[in-house]
């Protein structure tokens, strides 16, 4: 893990079991385009021990989005998506939306309670 944060500026923790987080990667990197070229995508399926050196709770990884910088600093939930959105020009103003304090708790809410309905759904909670 320790190299990757020397090569990539930013390391992104996905659910590689979750064909919808596989989607929006795919559609992240379409989008933004040189601007992710930077990224190293790691899929936490079955990862636990590494998680868990790096101070990420296995469960929380499952989740929540989980994004650590080049400095080693790890951003969650919603703070995770707002930096990665912050990179591409298309999603840069939902990132400033997303992050206004009336409409950021309401937000995080509905994405928990979408999560841990899809995890319940697929019986991975």
């Known amino acids: 893990m320790d190299d990757h944060k020397v090569r990539h500026r930013l390391v992104v923790f996905y659910d590689g079991a979750?064909?919808?987080c596989i989607k929006d990667?795919?559609?992240y990197e379409r989008w933004a385009g040189e601007q992710g070229k930077d990224i190293y995508w790691f899929d936490i399926t079955d990862k636990e021990e590494v998680l868990?050196?790096?101070?990420?709770?296995?469960?929380?990884?499952?989740?929540?989005?989980h994004v650590q910088t080049a400095e080693g600093d790890i951003y969650s939930e919603l703070d995770a998506y707002i930096?990665?959105?912050?990179?591409v020009?298309?999603?840069?103003?939902?990132?400033l939306f997303i992050g206004l304090p009336?409409?950021?708790p309401a937000l995080s809410w509905l994405y928990r309670?979408?999560?841990?309905?899809?995890?319940?759904?697929?019986?991975?909670l």
Do not use: N
């Open 18 to 20: 979750c064909e919808g």
């Open 83 to 87: 930096l990665l959105m912050k990179r």
């Open 52 to 65: 868990l050196s790096m101070g990420i709770s296995p469960q929380q990884a499952l989740r929540e989005l």
């Open 102 to 104: 009336v409409i950021r």
């Open 25 to 27: 990667r795919a559609r």
């Open 113 to 124: 309670t979408w999560v841990r309905s899809r995890l319940e759904r697929d019986g991975r």
């Open 89 to 95: 020009p298309r999603l840069k103003p939902l990132a």
